[in-house]
């Protein structure tokens, strides 16, 4: 009988240890603020991927989370909530057929606006290494400035 009730006043505590353990990693996560300026148009949104590898980055794995925002001229905002501290990078691009998809022209140079975390000005797209920032346990804010494609 003692054992019986050693154990059903172990799980309780169990439980407690497991809810706290979970509450303190919720603790670690921070929201990122992404804002992106020199949108010119009001067609569509802005499409924007949060990557956490470089698998992502390069389109072999989902990104870590996805983002959209109505178009509006001049700059847009969008935050992701909850984002454990790390390695990100951002690509982003202005979806103006609702495809989810960047329009690209010939040679694959963007039709529309387009963008990387860190702001890179490279031909193609830059490495995960090159457009990585690292978010920490407090808020974060990202800027991103759209170049505009063809």
């Known amino acids: 009988m003692a054992i019986e009730v050693a154990r059903f006043l172990r799980k309780p505590v ?3 240890g497991a809810l706290t353990g ?8 921070s929201n990122l603020i992404v804002t992106v300026d020199g949108v010119r148009s009001t067609n569509g949104t802005i499409h924007i991927d949060l990557n956490n590898s ?4 390069k389109n072999k794995a989902p990104p870590f989370a996805t983002g959209t925002v109505k178009a509006a001229p001049g700059a847009v905002t969008y935050t992701f909530n909850n984002v454990t501290p790390g390695l990100y990078s951002i690509d982003v691009f202005q979806d103006t057929d609702g495809s989810g998809k960047m329009q690209t022209g010939m040679f694959g140079k963007p039709r529309g ?3 990387f975390s860190n702001n890179l000005t490279l031909m193609g ?3 995960f290494d090159q457009a990585n920032f690292q978010v920490t346990d407090q808020d974060t804010s990202v800027l991103i400035h759209l170049k505009n494609g063809a």
């Open 113 to 115: 606006g387009y963008g």
């Open 22 to 29: 979970m509450l303190c990693m919720s603790a670690h996560a």
């Open 54 to 57: 470089e698998a992502s980055w």
């Open 125 to 127: 797209k830059p490495s």
């Open 14 to 16: 169990v439980l407690a």
